[in-house]
């Protein structure tokens, strides 16, 4: 750990002044460095001094790299450096015991290559020393530190305007070198005429306002003249005499004491002002404070940090705020060039710095240096800050507070059984005893609006589909929810207000057991059974209907129910809680009845009471508790999509849990009876719609009856004050409603590849689109030819010049990936390959795509219908992959693929079939993209266009502009 000695033991001409009396100095490695006439102060200067910074102490800062971890953080800007070692090591340090000791490989021409350490702020003024010792095989590393300006604003990032100064450099041989940056006033003067003249050729001016300068980083680069494999060393930093800056940067009347955040992290657990928190985020969008409290949402994610009217706004209304910092250009500047104004007490309301959504495992080094960035500028009030990433959760879990782990799956070919499992695993590879959250999809996918034509409906979010990805969350041991959307709460659009409704009572539920999901730790996962056990005569007396596994060859409707119902345990400080959810089949596209009588679950614990809790109350009727061998048998005896079942350790959590339920009760029932009558006005209008396209559904106007007649009970229920019966009301009119969705849906998929294969049967609400194109191709006569010509890949030459393979994986992967033509010439075929290095294993799932075949582009135009048919075989599973194989186009993206995982019927080959609407004319490509190991052979691709005899086509062929989140603009 690095000393700091305090400056009222300064050393004047080779003594030391302590507390006014001179004394001897002590042993460097004990409080000070070793007497000597290095330098001499007259003691009227250092008076001055300490008036000019207001009176604040100064340190000598000295660091002997005595620990068990290293310091120095490695920071490079191309893919081929690498660190190959990096230890504190016993062996040749220059004094004391450790030194800290690196291997590092570089390349020729490569991009710089730095090694960071961070130093505490530290003025600049003439009498400030730095400098480092250094032990290296090769010549060739300076020694650098960074300045900040803190009152001059950089025109070209709109941030405090940094920049370096650099130091003496390394000559190799194999020996101890001190390397010193010269910060004088002499070399500091010759540093700012360069940082004006670079400024003036940049920008046009040459003004600098350098009041309030300092240091706050060193930095070691490393020539990339060569390849060079270097050992390196580093020992006895010193940065003198060190007086803080924060007077000097702090806007006039702004207080320099420490802020005490009111989030705090730890021990896999948020809280905020020291009680259990569940942070319940929600983009803004200019929504009134009213409608914002009323969703039950307690974050609010601003697009602006500085809009205090805003923040306060929020505050005031005992809403929590999180913002987005400024975020540097890494493309035009290196971390070490770039810095951070503090913050000042105008963002006291903010809770929490969110940097972006989807951050790729390739940007960890400038995530990374991000927030470094905003923990430096937000020192005063060290707020947690959290990032939504896509892989190496665990490497962005130690640069950050808390990590997002988020995989959109809604009206794509991802099933919610994928979802789970791809949540569970990301949590499983984030830090141990560290939070983690998750964003939920909310509205359609960017690239499914973006690629639909203007005349077309635009799909919905289903409520129980919002639901289904809050419980997966929840059972995954998320310990935080945001809720994406790029609309207000408060739009007009079809759908919006059973979203906002949706949100809101998954926020009643989760803020109702916040102090239980802030502490739970899963446990189990249980195991599920559904309705009588007709075997159960069969049976011998000694055995249990659970010591029968229902086998996956039982497609009786109870034994795909209890495969599909997921139950976990999860151990809070309250007690245990079991959190059921259907994981239906297919309920990324459209959710189906999802309900069920005597569903069961084992628990491997001894339970004496245990209650169902809803929004309107804690039921005890509603469950049969039985002991038998291996635990205790929990029967739910009427099970709609979902259930919370709590195991109270005592009456005072249950009593306690009863008191907020009465309090939100009639607010929940009159959310449950809107939602339920909007709900039943959506679904009547689009099968209207397709009575007048679709093949009939049988009884479908008594479903509908029955629903309306279930939600009219609901809102007199509510009327009359009877809260309790009301939630059971709604759920059941909507269970109806999704049993006549899935039908109609049912029916327009039976024939297709995939639901994904038509742009219009990704959701019920598209599906007269869906019926309206297909009638027009019936009619239309004028099909073109085939617009991929090299899609039969018997033409070699065509293949190999056309066609595009690329690779995510490193250049150093253990994994061989290839794509082949294989067969006759006359026949040929792609082979697209991955396979395992002899003797290597990987664990879990492949974050990058070993390889991927682009076809060339084909010209497409606006209104016009594209049809895509081919072949695939797969003779084995794919492996370390939940997605297989992806067939998409650049239409749609991957959000619209077609997805492979498992052999194809008997290993033979199978067809496959999409199509797409063109919204906007221009060029389409196909893709093929093998994200795990193994083999897949792909044939016979083809392409034709149909033009459509309809409506005139739109004139507006431009894409529509991105939806945006809160964050920085420009990235």
Same mark, same amino acid.
């Not at 590092?104 to 960071?116: C, G, K």
């Not at 959810?581 to 001894?606: F, H, S, T």
């Given at each position: 750990?690095?000393?700091?000695?305090?400056?009222?033991?300064?050393?004047?001409?080779?003594?030391?002044?302590?507390?006014?009396?001179?004394?001897?100095?002590? /042993?460097?490695?004990?409080?000070?460095?070793?007497?000597?006439?290095?330098?001499?102060?007259?003691?009227?200067?250092?008076?001055?001094?300490?008036?000019?910074?207001?009176?604040?102490?100064?340190?000598?800062?000295?660091?002997?790299?005595?620990?068990?971890?290293?310091?120095?953080?490695?920071?490079?800007?191309?893919?081929?450096?690498?660190?190959?070692?990096?230890?504190?090591?016993?062996?040749?340090?220059?004094?004391?015991?450790?030194?800290?000791?690196?291997?590092?490989?570089?390349?020729?021409?490569?991009?710089?290559?730095?090694?960071?350490?961070?130093?505490?702020?530290?003025?600049?003024?003439?009498?400030?020393?730095?400098?480092?010792?250094?032990?290296?095989?090769?010549?060739?590393?300076?020694?650098?530190?960074?300045?900040?300006?803190?009152?001059?604003?950089?025109?070209?990032?709109?941030?405090?305007?940094?920049?370096?100064?650099?130091?003496?450099?390394?000559?190799?041989?194999?020996?101890?070198?001190?390397?010193?940056?010269?910060?004088?006033?002499?070399?500091?003067?010759?540093?700012?005429?360069?940082?004006?003249?670079?400024?003036?050729?940049?920008?046009?001016?040459?003004?600098?306002?350098?009041?309030?300068?300092?240091?706050?980083?060193?930095?070691?680069?490393?020539?990339?003249?060569?390849?060079?494999?270097?050992?390196?060393?580093?020992?006895?930093?010193?940065?003198?005499?060190?007086?803080?800056?924060?007077?000097?940067?702090?806007?006039?009347?702004?207080?320099?004491?420490?802020?005490?955040?009111?989030?705090?992290?730890?021990?896999?657990?948020?809280?905020?002002?020291?009680?259990?928190?569940?942070?319940?985020?929600?983009?803004?969008?200019?929504?009134?404070?009213?409608?914002?409290?009323?969703?039950?949402?307690?974050?609010?994610?601003?697009?602006?940090?500085?809009?205090?009217?805003?923040?306060?706004?929020?505050?005031?209304?005992?809403?929590?705020?999180?913002?987005?910092?400024?975020?540097?250009?890494?493309?035009?500047?290196?971390?070490?060039?770039?810095?951070?104004?503090?913050?000042?007490?105008?963002?006291?309301?903010?809770?929490?710095?969110?940097?972006?959504?989807?951050?790729?495992?390739?940007?960890?080094?400038?995530?990374?240096?991000?927030?470094?960035?905003?923990? /430096?500028? /937000?020192?005063?009030?060290?707020?947690?800050?959290?990032?939504?990433?896509?892989?190496?959760?665990?490497?962005?879990?130690?640069?950050?507070?808390?990590?997002?782990?988020?995989?959109?799956?809604?009206?794509?070919?991802?099933?919610?059984?994928?979802?789970?499992?791809?949540?569970?695993?990301?949590?499983?590879?984030?830090?141990?005893?560290?939070?983690?959250?998750?964003?939920?999809?909310?509205?359609?996918?960017?690239?499914?609006?973006?690629?639909?034509?203007?005349r077309s409906t635009a799909p919905i979010v289903e409520p129980e589909q919002i639901w289904m990805q809050t419980n997966i969350a929840l059972a995954a041991g998320y310990k935080g929810i945001g809720y994406l959307s790029f609309h207000s709460l408060e739009s007009t659009e079809p759908g919006t207000e059973e979203r906002r409704l949706a949100i809101e009572l998954a926020n009643y539920q989760i803020r109702l057991l916040e102090p239980w999901l802030a502490t739970a730790k899963v446990l189990q996962q249980a195991r599920v059974q559904v309705a009588q056990d007709k075997k159960s005569s069969q049976r011998s007396p000694l055995l249990s209907r659970w010591d029968v596994r229902p086998g996956s060859e039982d497609l009786s409707p109870a034994g795909i129910a209890a495969r599909q119902i997921q139950a976990t345990v999860l151990e809070c400080d309250q007690g245990l809680m079991v959190l059921?959810?259907?994981?239906?089949?297919?309920?990324?596209?459209?959710?189906?009845?999802?309900?069920?009588?005597?569903?069961?679950?084992?628990?491997?614990? /001894?339970?004496?009471?245990?209650?169902?809790?809803?929004?309107?109350?804690?039921?005890?009727?509603?469950?049969?508790?039985?002991?038998?061998?291996?635990?205790?048998?929990?029967?739910?005896?009427?099970?709609?999509?979902?259930?919370?079942?709590?195991?109270?350790?005592?009456?005072?959590?249950?009593?306690?849990?009863?008191?907020?339920?009465?309090?939100?009760?009639?607010?929940?029932?009159?959310?449950?009876?809107?939602?339920?009558?909007?709900?039943?006005?959506?679904?009547?209008?689009?099968?209207?719609?397709?009575?007048?396209?679709?093949?009939?559904?049988?009884?479908?106007?008594?479903?509908?009856?029955?629903?309306?007649?279930?939600?009219?009970?609901?809102?007199?229920?509510?009327?009359?004050?009877?809260?309790?019966?009301?939630?059971?009301?709604?759920?059941?009119?909507?269970?109806?409603?999704?049993?006549?969705?899935?039908?109609?849906?049912?029916?327009?998929?039976?024939?297709?590849?995939?639901?994904?294969?038509?742009?219009?049967?990704?959701?019920?609400?598209?599906?007269?689109?869906?019926?309206?194109?297909?009638?027009?191709?019936?009619?239309?006569?004028?099909?073109?030819?085939?617009?991929?010509?090299?899609?039969?890949?018997?033409?070699?030459?065509?293949?190999?010049?056309?066609?595009?393979?690329?690779?995510?994986?490193?250049?150093?992967?253990?994994?061989?990936?290839?794509?082949?033509?294989?067969?006759?010439?006359?026949?040929?075929?792609?082979?697209?390959?991955?396979?395992?290095?002899?003797?290597?294993?990987?664990?879990?799932?492949?974050?990058?795509?070993?390889?991927?075949?682009?076809?060339?582009?084909?010209?497409?135009?606006?209104?016009?219908?594209?049809?895509?048919?081919?072949?695939?075989?797969?003779?084995?599973?794919?492996?370390?992959?939940?997605?297989?194989?992806?067939?998409?186009?650049?239409?749609?993206?991957?959000?619209?693929?077609?997805?492979?995982?498992?052999?194809?019927?008997?290993?033979?080959?199978?067809?496959?079939?999409?199509?797409?609407?063109?919204?906007?004319?221009?060029?389409?490509?196909?893709?093929?993209?093998?994200?795990?190991?193994?083999?897949?052979?792909?044939?016979?691709?083809?392409?034709?266009?149909?033009?459509?005899?309809?409506?005139?086509?739109?004139?507006?062929?431009?894409?529509?502009?991105?939806?945006?989140?809160?964050?920085?603009?420009?990235?």
């Amino acid at each position: 750990m690095p000393r700091q000695v305090p400056l009222t033991s300064r050393r004047f001409e080779g003594v030391v002044v302590r507390d006014g009396a001179p004394v001897l100095s002590a /042993d460097r490695h004990q409080s000070t460095r070793p007497v000597g006439k290095r330098f001499c102060v007259p003691l009227f200067v250092w008076v001055c001094l300490c008036w000019l910074t207001s009176g604040l102490p100064a340190e000598d800062f000295i660091e002997g790299f005595e620990g068990d971890t290293p310091t120095w953080r490695f920071l490079r800007h191309s893919s081929q450096a690498k660190v190959l070692q990096q230890v504190c090591s016993n062996d040749n340090a220059r004094t004391g015991q450790k030194s800290e000791s690196l291997v590092i490989e570089t390349f020729p021409n490569d991009q710089p290559v730095e090694l960071i350490y961070k130093l505490p702020a530290a003025v600049r003024f003439d009498e400030l020393k730095s400098s480092v010792w250094v032990w290296s095989d090769h010549p060739g590393i300076q020694a650098v530190v960074r300045v900040q300006l803190p009152n001059q604003i950089d025109p070209r990032t709109g941030q405090a305007l940094v920049f370096s100064v650099f130091g003496d450099i390394h000559g190799g041989g194999g020996q101890w070198q001190r390397l010193e940056i010269d910060l004088s006033d002499r070399a500091y003067k010759e540093t700012m005429r360069r940082v004006r003249s670079d400024l003036s050729r940049r920008v046009g001016t040459n003004k600098l306002n350098e009041q309030g300068a300092f240091v706050d980083q060193m930095s070691l680069h490393l020539a990339t003249v060569q390849k060079v494999r270097w050992n390196i060393r580093i020992d006895d930093l010193e940065l003198s005499p060190v007086v803080p800056p924060q007077a000097n940067s702090l806007q006039e009347g702004e207080s320099t004491q420490r802020i005490p955040p009111r989030v705090r992290i730890g021990d896999d657990r948020v809280l905020l002002d020291g009680q259990p928190f569940f942070p319940l985020i929600i983009p803004y969008h200019g929504e009134s404070t009213e409608t914002l409290a009323h969703s039950s949402v307690n974050v609010i994610w601003v697009p602006d940090y500085t809009d205090r009217a805003l923040l306060d706004q929020l505050s005031d209304a005992g809403l929590g705020v999180m913002a987005t910092p400024p975020q540097p250009d890494f493309e035009t500047a290196t971390p070490d060039m770039v810095g951070l104004l503090p913050f000042n007490s105008s963002t006291d309301p903010i809770l929490l710095w969110m940097l972006d959504v989807q951050i790729p495992s390739s940007r960890l080094q400038q995530a990374s240096a991000w927030a470094e960035m905003v923990r /430096d500028a /937000d020192r005063q009030r060290s707020r947690p800050i959290m990032a939504d990433v896509m892989g190496k959760e665990r490497e962005f879990h130690r640069e950050l507070s808390l990590v997002g782990a988020s995989r959109a799956i809604l009206h794509t070919s991802k099933t919610p059984q994928n979802y789970a499992a791809t949540l569970e695993h990301r949590q499983r590879m984030a830090l141990p005893g560290k939070p983690i959250f998750t964003l939920i999809t909310t509205e359609p996918a960017e690239e499914l609006l973006a690629s639909r034509p203007a005349r077309s409906t635009a799909p919905i979010v289903e409520p129980e589909q919002i639901w289904m990805q809050t419980n997966i969350a929840l059972a995954a041991g998320y310990k935080g929810i945001g809720y994406l959307s790029f609309h207000s709460l408060e739009s007009t659009e079809p759908g919006t207000e059973e979203r906002r409704l949706a949100i809101e009572l998954a926020n009643y539920q989760i803020r109702l057991l916040e102090p239980w999901l802030a502490t739970a730790k899963v446990l189990q996962q249980a195991r599920v059974q559904v309705a009588q056990d007709k075997k159960s005569s069969q049976r011998s007396p000694l055995l249990s209907r659970w010591d029968v596994r229902p086998g996956s060859e039982d497609l009786s409707p109870a034994g795909i129910a209890a495969r599909q119902i997921q139950a976990t345990v999860l151990e809070c400080d309250q007690g245990l809680m079991v959190l059921v959810n259907w994981l239906e089949d297919n309920a990324q596209y459209q959710p189906g009845r999802m309900c069920a009588k005597d569903v069961r679950i084992l628990v491997n614990r /001894d339970v004496v009471q245990a209650c169902e809790m809803t929004t309107t109350g804690l039921h005890l009727h509603t469950l049969g508790l039985t002991r038998v061998a291996g635990g205790t048998e929990v029967l739910i005896k009427d099970l709609n999509q979902s259930t919370v079942i709590l195991i109270a350790n005592d009456n005072q959590a249950k009593d306690a849990l009863n008191s907020q339920i009465a309090r939100v009760r009639p607010m929940v029932s009159e959310a449950w009876s809107n939602l339920a009558r909007a709900k039943l006005e959506r679904v009547r209008d689009v099968h209207h719609q397709l009575v007048q396209l679709a093949p009939p559904v049988t009884n479908a106007e008594p479903v509908l009856r029955e629903a309306s007649q279930l939600a009219d009970q609901a809102q007199k229920a509510h009327e009359s004050g009877r809260f309790g019966e009301v939630e059971r009301l709604a759920r059941s009119s909507m269970a109806y409603l999704r049993d006549l969705q899935q039908t109609h849906w049912k029916i327009a998929t039976g024939r297709e590849t995939s639901p994904s294969a038509s742009p219009h049967t990704i959701c019920f609400q598209t599906l007269p689109d869906h019926w309206r194109m297909k009638e027009a191709l019936k009619k239309s006569t004028h099909v073109s030819d085939n617009l991929l010509k090299s899609g039969n890949f018997d033409d070699t030459d065509a293949v190999f010049v056309s066609w595009r393979k690329t690779s995510d994986l490193p250049e150093n992967a253990s994994i061989s990936a290839t794509a082949l033509l294989v067969g006759p010439p006359e026949n040929s075929c792609l082979q697209l390959n991955a396979v395992m290095a002899r003797g290597r294993t990987i664990a879990g799932t492949l974050e990058q795509s070993p390889v991927t075949m682009a076809s060339p582009a084909f010209t497409v135009s606006a209104g016009d219908i594209i049809r895509v048919q081919g072949r695939i075989q797969i003779r084995k599973p794919l492996e370390s992959t939940t997605d297989g194989l992806l067939i998409y186009d650049s239409l749609v993206g991957t959000t619209g693929a077609l997805r492979f995982t498992e052999p194809t019927a008997h290993g033979s080959w199978q067809d496959f079939e999409f199509y797409r609407e063109v919204a906007h004319s221009g060029e389409m490509r196909i893709f093929f993209e093998l994200k795990g190991l193994g083999n897949v052979w792909l044939d016979d691709l083809r392409v034709t266009a149909t033009q459509v005899d309809g409506p005139e086509k739109s004139p507006n062929n431009e894409p529509p502009e991105p939806r945006r989140l809160p964050t920085n603009e420009g990235k």
